[in-house]
């Protein structure tokens, strides 16, 4: 499976979707290219990304899906116990912060490359409800062989009162967590007890799969609440990462004429942790 194809697809709709003329079309995304490099140097201290726009969410699939999608992919095919995972009859994922589709789409490329085929249920943990408008209908892009459904479920990590009442997740098989807590990091004390109440009442034997910036504020947050938790980290580390070789940039068709190249490398720290009982 190549990731590029599938974003192709969803590029298509997404642009559709964003008003005003092809010219003005791109000049918006350009925009929105630097709106998110700059915001992203910046996670340490502040969090201003907003993407509701649907410009914004068209510039952010378009350079870091794919890049992300295939670091879960290639950490799951590495780690013998998560591929086992995808060996059972049914996993249930919760991918917190997983709007934007990288989980999602990563795990569903392993699920092809290896033709494996569980009953495959994605919960998509985001604020912005609008992602849901990318990823809930891949199903019918991919061979129905392959179970797979998505939901969404809305809610700000930062309002108790916005993630409280969803519980039934807790119970998910698989918490992937990329990029994201490095998003809300200028905005962990908010944040804290939701990451506490996750880590607390996951139910034992299920997995967290942590990818962010290779950065220590972002992955020594995890690792505390890891501790804290009784979250075993079965594998970790530090390195950087590149895009595989089957991934054709020329498969975004027009829109790799019109834009500049999608993220192809990657400095990233990842954990794979395992809920004890």
Known sequence: MNCFQIIKSVLDEAYNEIPGDEAGKDNDIKDAFEYLRTNYSQLWNQNKIDYSNSITRFAYIYVYVTSHANLVCSLIQQKEDLCKLFDNNKVDVACIGGGPGSDFLGILKYL??????????????????????????????????????????????????????????????????????????????????????????????????????????????????????????????????????????????????????????????????????
Not at 137 to 165: A, C, E, G, N, Q
Not at 190 to 216: C, R, V, W
């Open 112 to 277: 092809i490359t290896n033709q494996k085929s569980p009953d495959a249920t994605f919960q998509l943990c985001d604020r912005e409800a609008t992602w849901a408008e990318s990823w809930i209908d891949v199903h019918k892009k991919v061979d129905p062989k392959f179970r797979i459904s998505t939901s969404y479920l809305p809610l700000d990590v930062t309002h108790p009162d916005s993630w409280k009442p969803f519980t039934k997740y807790f119970q998910s098989d698989i918490f992937t967590m990329i990029y994201f807590m490095s998003e809300v990091f200028a905005l962990r004390e908010s944040a804290e007890e939701y990451f506490a109440t996750i880590f607390s009442k996951a139910k034992p034997g299920s997995f967290f799969l942590f990818i962010d910036n290779n950065a220590a504020q972002f992955y020594n947050w995890f690792d505390a609440l890891a501790k804290t938790h009784n979250i075993k980290i079965i594998d970790s580390g530090e390195r950087k990462e590149w895009l595989p070789y089957h991934e054709e940039k020329s498969d975004l068709g027009r829109y790799f004429q019109k834009f500049s190249s999608p993220k192809i490398t990657a400095n990233i720290a990842y954990r794979i942790g395992k809920k004890m009982s």
